[in-house]
Nanobody, 116 residues
């Protein structure tokens, strides 16, 4: 069983940056492709970015392409999301999970709020 803990969220002005981290427990972490997902108030959770188990391939939603960068450090069991040029529409709770996600892996997420 893998447990995921997201951190790094906060309040930032439009145009600013944040770096999210997702720490995973469990020795099987490095076997999985991982992703970041987000859920804004009143909206369904949506895909943001994903990275292959080796880190060699990455994928992004069109809405964040060119602004966000996903990376991982398998030695530290951690996945990162560097978010630059943030926009108010990026405001959401951000979650990490496997890609595709496992229902039992969803954590508490980390809140990102971007003010205009």
């Amino acid at each position: 069983q893998v447990q995921l803990v997201e951190s790094g969220g906060g309040l930032v002005q439009a145009g600013g940056s944040l770096r999210l981290s997702c720490a995973a427990s469990g020795r099987t972490f490095s076997s999985y492709a991982m992703g970041w997902f987000r859920q804004a108030p009143g909206k369904e959770r949506e895909f943001v970015a994903a990275i292959s188990w080796s880190g060699g391939s990455t994928y992004y939603a069109d809405s964040v392409k060119g602004r966000f960068t996903i990376s991982r450090d398998n030695a530290k069991n951690t996945v990162y999301l560097q978010m630059n040029s943030l926009k108010p529409e990026d405001t959401a709770v951000y979650y990490c999970n496997a890609d595709p996600p496992w229902v039992v892996w969803w954590g508490q997420g980390t809140q990102v709020t971007v003010s205009s």
